[in-house]
Structure formats: structure tokens, C-alpha cells
């Protein structure tokens, strides 16, 4: 498996969660690392991304809620978010894309479900 995420769950708006996305080494450490979402009916969208320098960005509705980051001893990235809205809720995907921007490596998706 070279990207596994966990993290996702139930919770009541206004909560957190943190999700964790674990890769392999060799798709990792040069790799910018991202969460995408998807919520039924939507296109998936980008969360928020770190670059391999650790330059991160994010979607505007997740600013100051959302933090990703990298820990790369460990190849995994996160992403903590706070203060989770109903509209948070989707299916979260990790992704990996190499330096060249050519080849994305998608997780399975963790469920975020936000009750109101």
C-alpha cells in the first residue's frame, strides 16, 4: 500500500479531527503531499497541500480552521482540523504527486461526517 489514510469520523460541529496519511518512502519524501475532498454530488476539491520544502496552502473555506502538516521521518502527513462545520463533511483523500507534477498517487479516503 503506498498511501494509507485514517482519521475520519463522526463528529458534532465545532469539534476536530485529525487525519493521518502514511506512504511509502519512495513516493513521500520528494512529493508534495495533499488532501483532496469529496462530498456526494461535488467534484473533489483540494484542501489543503505541503510542497517537500514544507510551503503549504489551502482551500479558502478551510483557512485558519485546517493545518497540514509533514512529519518526514515518519512519511506521513496530516491534516488537523478544527472547529468542523457540516459543510466539512466528505470523503478526505490523501495524494502524493511527484516533483515533475506528472504522476498522482491517490489514498482510499477516510469518511468526515459533521453532525449539526
Known amino acids: 500500500v503506498q498511501l494509507q489514510a485514517s482519521g475520519g469520523g463522526l463528529v458534532q460541529a465545532g469539534g476536530s479531527l485529525r487525519l493521518s496519511c502514511a506512504a511509502s518512502r519512495s513516493i513521500f519524501s520528494a512529493n508534495d503531499m495533499g488532501w483532496y475532498r469529496q462530498a456526494p454530488g461535488k467534484q473533489r476539491e483540494l484542501v489543503a497541500a505541503i510542497r517537500s520544502s514544507g510551503r503549504t496552502n489551502y482551500a479558502d473555506s478551510v483557512k485558519g480552521r485546517f493545518t497540514i502538516s509533514r512529519d518526514n521521518a515518519k512519511n506521513t502527513v496530516y491534516l488537523q482540523m478544527n472547529n468542523l462545520k457540516p459543510e466539512d463533511a466528505a470523503v478526505y483523500y490523501c495524494?502524493?504527486?511527484?516533483?515533475?507534477?506528472?504522476?498522482?498517487?491517490w489514498g482510499q479516503g477516510t469518511q468526515v461526517t459533521v453532525s449539526s
Open positions: 495524494n502524493s504527486r511527484s516533483p515533475t507534477g506528472r504522476i498522482d498517487y
